[in-house]
T-cell receptor
């Protein structure tokens, strides 16, 4: 695709429900990042995929959060048993493999509201 | 572990002023440094990418410099306009992409 695509753009869910957020990176980009941004705050790193390497999950805040990347392309971030503190904008970015000129591009984000 | 710091956290200037935003990082083993702009409620838009082998990049009224050895980058905005009001973030790419906390810029008409 022309850019990084995220869906849904908005999601309202009840506390305790599971949600899945999708990221479709730019074709050919092997690096994919998930970040979270709470209202008025900076970017919080969640997870990083690079090619076939094991993902860097060091930013996931709890075991309720998980992510996978199928076929090295589309990624899904899953939040189980959602809590109100999970409400935030979830941003996805992709780039070529880390190296000179690997510019990162972001999607428009998914705004998650847990009520 | 890479740490990225942006100073100032917030800046308010009258229209027409030239201004400088600062970004510093602790590990100089980077491939690139990238500056982004974020408007309220929106995603991040890439402004400039400086490769580690480069000293600066220019796009219109924006000029970004990189001094890798000292771990610093600056974003210079010439003749600021109200439409420049946004949050500006720098990110360094080593083995992964690490962000600073951003500078919130307000340009008053």
């Amino acid at each position: 695709g022309a850019g990084v695509s995220q869906s849904p753009s908005n999601k309202v869910t009840e506390k305790g429900k599971d949600v899945e957020l999708r990221c479709d990176p730019i074709s050919g980009h092997t690096a994919l990042y998930w970040y979270r941004q709470s209202l008025g705050q900076g970017l919080e790193f969640l997870i990083y995929f690079q090619g076939n390497s094991a993902p860097d999950k060091s930013g996931l805040p709890s075991d309720r959060f998980s992510a996978e990347r199928t076929g090295g392309s589309v990624s899904t971030l899953t939040i189980q048993r959602t809590q109100q503190e999970d409400s935030a904008v979830y941003l996805c970015a992709s780039s070529l493999a880390p190296g000179q000129g690997a510019e990162a591009f972001f999607g428009q984000g998914t705004r998650l509201t847990v009520v | 572990k890479q740490e990225v710091t942006q100073i100032p956290a917030a800046l308010s200037v009258p229209e027409g002023e030239n201004l400088v935003l600062n970004c510093s990082f602790t590990d100089s083993a980077i491939y690139n440094l990238q500056w982004f702009r974020q408007d309220p409620g929106k995603g991040l838009t890439s402004l400039l990418l400086i490769q580690s082998s480069q000293r600066e990049q220019t796009s219109g009224r924006l000029n970004a410099s990189l001094d890798k050895s000292s771990g610093r980058s600056t974003l210079y905005i010439a003749a600021s306009q109200p439409g420049d009001s946004a949050t500006y973030l720098c990110a360094v790419q080593g083995n992964m992409l690490t962000f600073g906390g951003g500078t919130r810029l307000m340009v008053k008409p």
